[in-house]
T-cell receptor, first 116, second 109 residues
Framework: SAVISQKPSRDICQRGTSLTIQCQVD?????MFWYRQQPGQSLTLIAT?????????ESGFVIDKFPISRPNLTFSTLTVSNLSPEDSSIYLC?????????????FGSGTRLTVV | QKEVEQNSGPLSVPEGAIASLNCTYS??????FFWYRQYSGKSPELIMF????GDKEDGRFTAQLNKASQYVSLLIRDSQPSDSATYLC?????????FGKGITLSVRP
C-alpha cells in the first residue's frame, strides 16, 4: 500500500487564521480524499481532491472554507480558512489506487488542529 | 442520505472469546465493504474488505457480507488485549467511502 506523509502532525492556531495541511504520497495514486474526525466521532468526508480540476466537495463543506489543491498524482493540500474553535478536529488525508475493491484506502497519520 | 450504522457500544469481551461487530448500510448500490481498526490517537488502518456475499477469512478475522439484508459483520476469534480499539465499518459506493460511527472493543485480560 502507499506510504503517506502528512504535515503538520498537530498545530494550535488563532481564531481567524488559516492552516494548510500537506499530504505527500510515495507513489502515484488515482484517488485522494480529505476527511475530518471530530473528537469521539467517526470520519466525515470533506472532499475528493481531483488532479488538474477543482475538488468535489461533500454536502456541508465549501471551497471558500476548505480550499484544496492537487497539482499532481502524489501531492495535495487542504487549507482550513478563517478558523473558529468549531474547526478543532483531526484532519486526515486518504489515498487509493483506483477501485478500492482491490486495494482499500490508506490513511495518513492525521493533523490534530486546535483553534484558540 | 446514505448511512452506515454500527450497533452501539462499547463492547467488552474476555481474552480468548469471539468478538462480533455488526454494521448495516442503506445504499443497495454499495459495492464493497471495509473494516478499519483505529487505536486511540492513531489513524485508521485497514483490516479487511469484502465485496462478495459470504465469508472471508484472514487469520483471526472473518468478514461476513449479506447484501440481501444489507449487513456486514466482523468476527474476531481468540480476542487479545491488543485488539482493544475502535472498529470502523466503511462502505464504498458512488466513488467514495462512507464510515459508520465505530464501535469500541475492549478485551479484558
Amino acid at each position: 500500500s502507499a506510504v503517506i506523509s502528512q504535515k503538520p502532525s498537530r498545530d494550535i492556531c488563532q481564531r481567524g487564521t488559516s492552516l494548510t495541511i500537506q499530504c505527500q504520497v510515495d507513489s502515484q495514486v488515482t484517488m485522494m480524499f480529505w476527511y475530518r474526525q471530530q473528537p469521539g466521532q467517526s470520519l466525515t468526508l470533506i472532499a475528493t481532491a481531483n488532479q488538474g480540476s477543482e475538488a468535489t466537495y461533500e454536502s456541508g463543506f465549501v471551497i471558500d472554507k476548505f480550499p484544496i489543491s492537487r497539482p499532481n498524482l502524489t501531492f495535495s493540500t487542504l487549507t482550513v480558512s478563517n478558523l473558529s474553535p468549531e474547526d478543532s478536529s483531526i484532519y486526515l488525508c486518504s489515498v487509493g489506487k483506483g477501485q478500492p475493491t482491490n486495494y482499500g484506502y490508506t490513511f495518513g497519520s492525521g493533523t490534530r488542529l486546535t483553534v484558540v | 442520505q446514505k448511512e452506515v450504522e454500527q450497533n452501539s457500544g462499547p463492547l467488552s469481551v474476555p481474552e480468548g472469546a469471539i468478538a462480533s461487530l455488526n454494521c448495516t448500510y442503506s445504499d443497495r448500490g454499495s459495492q464493497s465493504f471495509f473494516w478499519y481498526r483505529q487505536y486511540s490517537g492513531k489513524s485508521p488502518e485497514l483490516i479487511m474488505f469484502i465485496y462478495s456475499n459470504g465469508d472471508k477469512e484472514d487469520g483471526r478475522f472473518t468478514a461476513q457480507l449479506n447484501k440481501a439484508s444489507q449487513y456486514v459483520s466482523l468476527l474476531i476469534r481468540d480476542s487479545q488485549p491488543s485488539d482493544s480499539a475502535t472498529y470502523l465499518c466503511a462502505v464504498y459506493g458512488n466513488s467514495k467511502l462512507t464510515f459508520g460511527k465505530g464501535i469500541t472493543l475492549s478485551v479484558r485480560p
